[in-house]
């Protein structure tokens, strides 16, 4: 479960950049999408019918005014002098604008001028478009046009169709806006990601240069260990070895290995309160100095037992020489009362004695060791840890020999 734990901890970071990816992907889709819409819209005219005998077209954005200046009678026709504006109130160009006029049947167009006129053939319709120089209304202005017109009687332009094509910008659309401030939002998450990430890989760098001191600091304190006996050079790191590869197989998390490997690093430690004399002795070591050289477990317990950072460390010191059966020391537990760490450590520990020189025997072949581990199964070893430690033998994972071992 704890492995679960960890990779869904190690998904966490690609899903939210994955996520700030999508949302950068989508804001871009509505700027682009926003974009076409501006466009279309300013690629259709707007169509307006404007009444001057109403107020409402005062409150529309465009407007169009046309008065009589002059009028007068000639051969029976009335003619007048008629001034328009275009009024253009909004925030944005309008051009291309055409007006068209429903005049009187018969009416005829006798001079103009700022536009180009078109009367139909009845006379009943006028339509006026701009020329080149006056085709753009720009916000807040306006563009003048007139003409001269004769009609059977008096006519003011009171109703009117006008149509024109808007150049709305992008920022008169309040989607913009939107748009903007989710863009913001994503700058600001995106900077709080990448700072976030910079000091998790400052701290893990940091990490990781802490835990390098610290292993080099417990190798050297392994190295001091062994170096006090000279039979056993390279003991502890092998056993540390052994005892993580068995909590391994054993289905321990990656913390709980690394613990382990750690507590049998210095499994031995409290040998530096033994004499070298006792240690390093050629021959067989007499009652009373097997007695002195079984109290380093209780050292060892004494100096780890402040030692608080790694859990179980004086226990694996302090109780890995005893055995399952209760004839071990220093305490004489059996079975589970004997930590799981001390459990590992002895048959990792018991391995590495079988499978080394000492000066009173030669080394042991694997066959004699699978014996002996199978023979104690039970009395002096756990026998739910043998079988790693005998598929270990089996698939060659030991034993494992470091640089400068002997």
């Not at 990430?197 to 600091?217: F, G, H, P, S, V």
């Not at 390093?280 to 380093?296: A, F, M, W």
Request: net charge negative.
């Amino acid at each position: 479960m704890k492995k679960n734990k960890n990779r869904s901890k190690a998904k966490k970071p690609r899903s939210f950049l994955s996520f700030i990816i999508t949302s950068y992907v989508l804001i871009a889709i509505g700027f682009v999408a926003l974009a076409f819409f501006v466009g279309y819209e300013n690629s259709s005219k707007t169509v307006l019918s404007i009444d001057r005998n109403h107020n409402d077209f005062l409150k529309t954005n465009y407007s169009v005014d046309i008065s009589v200046s002059k009028q007068w009678i000639s051969e029976g026709m009335v003619g007048a002098q008629y001034d328009g504006v275009i009024y253009n109130y909004s925030g944005h160009d309008i051009s291309d604008w055409t007006i068209e006029l429903t005049t009187p049947y018969g009416s005829r167009l006798d001079s103009d001028w700022n536009g180009v006129y078109d009367m139909s053939g009845d006379g009943h319709t006028l339509i006026i478009e701009p020329l080149d120089y006056n085709n753009i209304v720009v916000p807040g202005g306006s563009q003048t046009f007139g003409m001269i017109m004769y009609t059977d009687t008096e006519f003011t332009p009171w109703k009117m169709t006008v149509s024109f094509s808007t150049a709305k910008t992008i920022t008169e659309y309040v989607f913009f806006y939107v748009l903007i401030g989710l863009s913001v939002i994503a700058v600001i998450v995106t900077a709080a990601f990448v700072i976030s990430n910079i000091r998790i890989a400052a701290y893990r760098k940091r990490q990781l240069q802490y835990k390098k001191i610290i292993d080099e600091t417990l190798d050297a304190f392994a190295n001091v260990i062994d170096a006090k006996d000279e039979y056993t050079n390279g003991h502890s790191a092998r056993v540390a070895y052994y005892a993580r590869e068995l909590a391994r197989r054993m289905g321990m998390s990656e913390q709980e290995q690394e613990n382990i490997r750690i507590i049998a690093l210095l499994h031995d430690i409290g040998k530096v309160g033994i004499p070298d004399a006792i240690l390093n002795k050629p021959g067989v070591l007499s009652d009373e100095e097997r007695e002195i050289i079984r109290t380093h477990t209780t050292v060892g317990n004494k100096i780890l037992s402040n030692f608080t950072s790694v859990e179980n460390i004086a226990e694996g010191s302090h109780y890995h020489h005893e055995r399952i059966d209760g004839k071990g020391y220093p305490d004489g537990l059996s079975g589970e009362e004997i930590p799981l760490c001390a459990r590992i450590i002895c048959v990792a520990d018991s391995y590495d004695a079988m499978s080394s020189s000492r000066c009173y025997r030669k080394m042991l072949s694997n066959e004699e060791i699978i014996e002996e581990l199978r023979n104690c199964s039970g009395t002096q070893f756990d026998s739910s840890i043998v079988p790693y430690m005998i598929s270990m033998i089996e698939d060659k994972t030991a034993p494992i020999v470091f640089e400068g071992d002997n």
